[in-house]
């Protein structure tokens, strides 16, 4: 029962993750029309559209390789975010959308 709690409470905040990077990938498709990530994530699933393969992040009922590939496949999206967000016009993008009210 406790690896069952312990298990689920790392399944919940997976899930919570996935929702930032989610909207996260959101607010720079907004701001950045060219812009796309590689693996479309929805709730607590990533899906890989080229293959047409769908992974939760869920480590609970789900196989080993499966949550492997949903792993994978979620790194590869926080890395091309961060790869945006690095690149010095992003900086100059985002001062501009952001207003500056007093």
Not at 16 to 40: G, N
Not at 42 to 70: G, L, V
Request: charged share 30%.
């Amino acid at each position: 029962m406790s690896l069952y709690l312990l298990n689920n409470k790392f399944d919940q905040a997976m899930i919570a993750f996935l929702d930032c990077m989610s909207q996260v990938v959101a607010e720079i498709e907004r701001v950045d029309k060219s812009w796309y990530c590689p693996y479309r994530m929805d709730k607590e699933k990533i899906e890989d559209t080229k293959r047409n393969n769908c992974y939760s992040i869920r480590i609970q009922y789900n196989s080993e390789e499966e949550w492997t590939k949903a792993l994978k496949y979620m790194l590869t999206n926080l890395k091309w975010i961060l790869t945006w967000v690095a690149r010095p016009e992003t900086s100059e993008r985002c001062d501009s959308s952001v207003s500056t009210t007093k």
